[in-house]
């Protein structure tokens, strides 16, 4: 059983940056996708990017494509998220995920089997 373990939330000002890491315990499938979520307050959680261990492959929801960067390293079982320009809709809770049967599309939430605890991302204005 994977276990899913993030690290590097916090508090930055609007156009700042930061960088979230998931460690991952357990074996890594190359079949496995891994994925960032999040959860703003009041709001359903939301898909943000994901990356197949496979071929690397990255998908980004349409609201972070050119700001943030999912990143993987495969020796160190780790997912990064590199968030740039931020805003202060993005702050949530940030959740690490992976699917290990990918069927369906890697941005459908209910595709995911296993949750890390997330880390809060607060962006100020």
């Known amino acids: 059983q994977v276990q899913l373990v993030e690290s590097g939330g916090g508090l930055v000002q609007c156009g700042g940056s930061l960088r979230l890491s998931c460690a991952a315990s357990?074996?890594?499938?190359?079949?496995?996708?891994l994925a960032w979520l999040r959860q703003a307050p009041g709001k359903e959680r939301e898909f943000v990017a994901s990356?197949?261990?496979?071929?690397?492959?990255?998908t980004y929801a349409e609201s972070v494509k050119g700001r943030f960067v999912i990143s993987r390293d495969a020796a160190e079982n780790t997912v990064a998220l590199q968030m740039n320009a931020l805003k202060p809709e993005d702050t949530a809770v940030y959740y690490c995920?992976?699917?290990?049967?990918?069927?369906?599309?890697?941005?459908?939430?209910?595709?995911?089997?296993?949750w890390g605890q997330g880390t809060q991302v607060t962006v100020s204005s």
């Open positions: 995920a992976v699917d290990v049967r990918p069927d369906s599309s890697p941005m459908a939430i209910s595709a995911y089997d296993v």
């Open positions: 357990g074996t890594i499938y190359s079949n496995y996708v």
């Open positions: 990356v197949s261990w496979r071929n690397n492959k990255k």
